[in-house]
């Protein structure tokens, strides 16, 4: 089974200023792993996705996130943020044909 | 953006009254999905479907029922609403249920439960 610990609940950053946020995971089978974004009073939106290769990979809105099999990590960053970041973000984890399992949120607020 | 639409968007009902959620796709999606979000806890999946007539239970199915007898509709029911059911719902859909297939997700239902 798999697991995502998001270890942060809140991260609050000034603008234009850089921003991670960190996502750990376990899983006994190899992994596919997702960040989406939620606006306020939005459903969730997918920011970029890791299957295979390499393992820095960019998505939308200037995002990137780090794959790192040996730290069972895959953090999120942005070099300079800004107040239309301000959202829930959610890592997720998949295992094959398991279904997609949910971190609890790392909720981000851009303060000018 | 994913043709997925959720109704109602907003609910306020009573405790023993019966709730049925309905979410309705345009994108022949063979996978349909209930989710719940609560503070603190992400989302955790309820119940999901992989074809008509074909449903299977998520990580927290009690008290929740679920019904697909088109492809593109996918219900939700809560047989007796009761207050540890406040929540706000999310359908989402995917393709298949194999390696990295994206989930596409609803605008979401609030549902209050007094």
């Known amino acids: 089974a798999q697991s995502v610990t998001q270890l942060d609940s809140q991260v609050p950053v000034f603008e234009e200023a850089p921003v991670e946020l960190r996502c750990n995971y376990s899983s006994s089978v190899s992994v596919y792993l997702f960040w989406y974004v939620q606006y306020p009073n939005q459903g969730l939106q997918l920011l970029l996705k890791y299957l295979s290769g390499s393992t820095l990979v960019k998505g939308i809105n200037g995002f990137e996130a780090e794959f790192n099999k040996s730290q069972t990590s895959f953090h999120l960053r942005k070099p300079s943020v800004h107040i239309s970041d301000t959202a829930e973000y959610f890592c997720a984890v998949k295992g094959g044909s398991e279904k997609l399992v949910f971190g609890k949120g790392t909720k981000l607020t851009v303060n000018p | 953006d994913a043709g997925i639409t959720q109704s109602p968007r907003h609910k306020v009902t009573e405790t023993g009254t019966p709730v049925t959620l309905r979410c309705h796709q345009t994108?022949?999606?063979?996978?349909m999905y209930w989710y719940r979000q609560d503070p603190g806890h992400g989302l955790r999946l309820i119940h999901y479907?992989?074809?008509?007539?074909?449903?299977d239970k998520g990580e927290v199915s009690d008290g929740y029922s679920v019904s697909r007898s088109k492809t593109e509709d996918f219900l939700l029911t809560l047989e007796s609403a009761t207050s540890s059911q406040t929540s706000v719902y999310f359908c989402a859909i995917s393709e298949g249920l194999a390696g990295g297939n994206e989930q596409f997700f609803g605008p979401g239902t609030r549902l209050t439960v007094l």
């Open positions: 479907s992989y074809g008509v007539k074909d449903t």
């Open positions: 994108e022949n999606h063979r996978y």
